[in-house]
């Protein structure tokens, strides 16, 4: 096998793992995470309910990477990746708990770079 992709494959296990992660704290509602939510003004209550749907779809999308590592996936959960880091400091807490996750948010540009950036619509569907 060769180098680049090994690479791939390690940022690979490296997106699913964090995402499966995560996802299992989410489809558990975890208690923790409530008040990331009601800091931008989402009640509680909500919180709850949203909590497990976002756990499932960061558990589908870990799964998917594995699979096939679909650009648009890559791309949203950079995104995601970074909101949620971001999201932190905005409840309260240190700035360094958003710098500490710049992994979460690089693994996933980085493997998403790494099968290159893609020219058109259609590229970011394979």
């Known amino acids: 096998m060769e180098?680049?992709?090994?690479?791939?494959?390690?940022?690979?296990?490296?997106?699913?793992?964090?995402?499966?992660?995560?996802?299992?704290?989410?489809?558990?509602?975890?208690q923790g995470w409530i008040p990331y939510f009601t800091s931008v003004g989402i009640s509680a209550d909500t919180a709850v309910t949203l909590l497990p749907l976002i756990g499932a779809l960061d558990i589908a999308l870990a799964i998917l990477i594995l699979i096939k590592p679909v650009r648009i996936a890559l791309l949203w959960m950079t995104f995601w990746a970074f909101a949620t880091a971001l999201i932190r400091p905005i409840a309260g807490e240190p700035i360094w708990d958003f710098v500490e996750r710049f992994a979460n948010i690089g693994?996933?540009?980085?493997?998403?770079?790494?099968?290159?950036?893609?020219?058109?619509?259609?590229?970011?569907?394979?």
């Open 3 to 30: 180098n680049s992709k090994k690479i791939e494959w390690i940022l690979r296990v490296a997106v699913a793992g964090e995402f499966i992660g995560h996802g299992v704290f989410g489809l558990q509602a975890k």
């Open 107 to 126: 693994a996933p540009l980085a493997l998403l770079y790494l099968l290159e950036i893609p020219k058109s619509l259609k590229e970011w569907f394979r």
